[in-house]
């Protein structure tokens, strides 16, 4: 079993410093990666609903918290660590250009030697999408045109690609990524978010628990389509009660991550950069499950 922190770009560690001392403390403790979440904007009053709260608002409907950019504060943070990996939970794709993240993540991977995991999603904020200036209606199709974008940059000779919104012909993107390519863990709690992870996904992060539908859906559609329903890796909560650890490992569940802050309506479990040294003993205990 693998513990992660969650989500590290949010709260007091927006500052540089309180952010450093806490994945060196995640790194010390042996924690396997430090987690982000993006929303590049945040309009006043959106009436899209938060789909992980029953206010429908994120944080207490606060529209002005500081919400750093995932990739460049983890590329900061990878700065200052060795060997604590950074994943985004998630990165909005249909919000980017594939070609242009490609280029960023691969190059986060290749300075960090090969630390980065990318958390994908599709959104919910409709009026983000709108600031930003692309449709809300086709952002799952876009989505799923944008992992195939990326990885055909990251891991082709010659990267051609002729889809529905990007195309190109023999058209490098360098350096490649550390790992010859990023793991893209798809997150999300729908059966859209299930299905795709098994169609397209190195793993598949239901965003709040282990739903057991969600997990057979994601490894059924997985094996529908031809691919080995055991090497998707799921990432879940970590539960309230830690006894239920091993009956998680044994669904298959082999990252669990830990809030440090209440930002996204969970309870914080790491109140501080000091308090992560705590669940050293806790990490180590479980983690040959």
């Keep these: 079993m693998k513990f992660g922190l969650r989500y590290c770009n949010t709260g007091p560690y927006v500052d540089p410093v309180k952010g450093a001392e806490l994945v060196q403390a995640g790194e010390a403790a042996g924690f396997e990666s430090a987690w982000t979440v ?19 608002k994120m944080a207490g409907g606060q529209d002005d918290m500081d ?50 995991l990318l958390g994908i999603g599709v959104g919910w904020m409709k009026e983000e999408f709108d600031a930003i200036g692309v ?16 990885r055909e940059l ?4 010659s990267p051609t690609f002729h889809g529905e919104f990007i195309n190109f012909d023999d058209t490098h993107c360098r350096p490649r990524p550390a790992q010859g390519s990023v793991p893209i863990i798809v997150g999300g709690d729908t059966k ?3 299905r795709r992870a098994g169609r ?4 598949y992060f239901p965003a709040r628990g282990a739903p057991q ?19 998707l890796e799921i990432t879940t909560s970590i539960p309230d009660d830690l006894d239920e650890i091993p009956a998680l490992a044994a669904r298959g569940v082999s990252r669990l991550l830990v809030p440090v802050t209440s930002v996204a309506g969970l309870a914080t479990a790491i109140s501080s950069p000091d308090d992560v040294g705590r669940w050293a003993d806790i990490v180590e205990k479980y983690a040959e499950i």
């Design 200 to 203: 397209l996904g190195d793993g």
């Design 154 to 157: 990251w891991t082709a000779d």
């Design 192 to 194: 859209p978010a299930a």
């Design 67 to 116: 919400i750093p950019d995932p990739l460049i504060w983890m590329s900061y943070m990878a700065g200052v660590t060795s060997s604590i990996n950074f994943g985004t939970g998630i990165l909005i794709v249909p919000q980017h250009s594939p070609v242009v993240a490609a280029k960023q993540i691969a190059t986060l991977d290749h300075l960090s030697n090969g630390r980065t």
């Design 38 to 56: 993006e929303h590049t904007v945040v309009p006043s009053n959106y009436q899209s609903q938060y789909p992980y709260h029953a206010s429908g």
């Design 135 to 150: 449709p809300f209606e086709d952002r799952g199709r876009r989505t799923d045109e944008y992992i195939a974008v990326m």
């Design 213 to 231: 539908e969600m997990l057979d859906l994601a490894r059924r559609t997985a094996e529908d389509h031809g691919r080995d329903p055991d090497a």
